[in-house]
């Protein structure tokens, strides 16, 4: 009997240790799968766009595996920074206010805002014209802050979870404009032909998008940034650039 036990001590001890080793090799990672093409939710229900790709890339790089976890934009900083997630890619740009709350990978890709309206309002409506307009953005993104320094107090910014659901918004006339990264707002205009909707004109931001990882964690940001030169020299980062946006990547990016 005390044989048995010791055995089944053991066995368990043994099935522990993998457990733990199994855990220590995963990475935990939050996105917000509404944001195509980086990330989004595909058919088969699986997670798929540029950021994936290239998330799962670097994990492998850095011997990982990805378990990848969908939540809302607005709250991935929140639980990154309550140990929810090793680390968030989400299409998210380094500011100066999120860097406060947790530390950021180099640069991965560069963006600016979009300013898309009905097809009829083209060249109709200019930067200052958005004033007294009514503005749909992506809660908590720097569409949202823009739209705010936009508008005046005649005009309202109308927060949606997605960008998706602010563009539907735009096309039944709740909106008059969406503020929004411009490769996303490309391309659901090309996916949706349908819509009568157009990018009025851009708003050169020069935003940096980031892989966050909680505040502290000097460790893997240094290795998420070796992982990301090592892509890049090898030319992977460009394939999966390619794949995605059907340009070259740009030089100093990653």
Known sequence: MKRTLVLLLVVGAILLGCSSQQSANTLVV???ADFPPFEFIDENGNFAGFDIEL????AEKIGYEVKWENADFAGLVASLQ???????ISGMTITASRQEEVDFSRPYFRSDQAVVVQ??????????DLADKRIGVQ??????????????????????DSPDQAFLDLNTGRLDAVVNDLPVSGYFLVRNPNLPLKVAFTIETEEHYGIAVKKGNT??????DNALIQLKEEGKYAEIYQKWFEAEPPADIP
């Open 119 to 128: 097809e009829s309002n083209v060249g109709m409506l200019s930067r200052e």
């Open 219 to 224: 460790e893997l940001v240094e290795k998420i």
């Open 55 to 58: 998330m799962n890339a670097i």
């Open 139 to 160: 809660l908590g993104t720097t569409g949202e802050l823009l739209a705010r320094e936009l508008v005046s107090d005649k005009g309202t910014v109308y927060t949606y």
């Open 82 to 88: 309550t140990g929810k997630y090793d680390a968030v």
């Open 30 to 32: 939050g996105t917000a």
